[in-house]
């Protein structure tokens, strides 16, 4: 059964935080912005997963999508972009003046791609920002990719097993973290 928790600023209103566990597949994603462009649609989307320190949290992602996979409802490939290390939130995958290119790359070629803000960037932009917190990052971008898989699949799509995770810099710590943390987690 799940539980209901008011939210404010990315933070439960409750007594003991940490008593709080999450109901799987209930990712609790919100799509806040869609915006098709002339080879793919870029989504803007919360979701639930925990702060560097276990604490639950909303934070931002994005998900590029190719046009063709938006048409046939089909995703052939998805992959997991993990950003290098960014200092300013415009800097960030859901800017809307963002820089950041590394999730772009794989889109022509037929990949559906997830990136998470990380902690401190995004909707979390008021907070610390998690500079190499290996394990946190990992878990915000693998929870980032289960809640669009899981919004995905509720929105009539069918998906593939094929998942790329990559990364550079601050971004190829959190994909070797993500892949010890799958391990002994998800």
């Not at 037929?110 to 878990?139: H, I, K, L, M, W």
């Amino acid at each position: 059964m799940a539980q209901t928790y008011v939210w404010k600023n990315g933070h439960p209103l409750v007594e003991d935080p940490d008593s709080i566990t999450f109901v799987k597949p209930d990712m609790g994603l919100q799509v806040l912005q869609s915006e098709p462009g002339s080879t793919m649609t870029k989504m803007k989307f919360l979701y639930l997963t925990k702060d560097y320190e276990g604490k639950p949290i909303w934070m931002s992602a994005q998900m590029l999508i190719p046009n063709n996979h938006v048409e046939s409802k089909h995703i052939s490939r998805m992959a997991m972009c993990n950003h290098y290390t960014i200092t300013r939130s415009d800097e960030c995958p859901t800017s809307p003046t963002r820089e950041f290119e590394l999730p772009d790359i794989l889109v022509p070629i037929g990949f559906t791609v997830v990136s998470s803000d990380y902690e401190g960037f995004g909707e979390t932009g008021d907070r610390v920002q998690a500079y190499c917190f290996g394990e946190a990052n990992a878990r915000a971008s693998i929870d980032a990719l289960l809640a669009a898989r899981e919004w995905l699949q509720s929105s009539g799509y069918t998906l593939s097993d094929s998942i790329i995770n990559y990364g550079y810099s601050q971004g190829g710590q959190t994909t070797v973290a993500a892949i010890k943390l799958s391990q002994s987690e998800y």
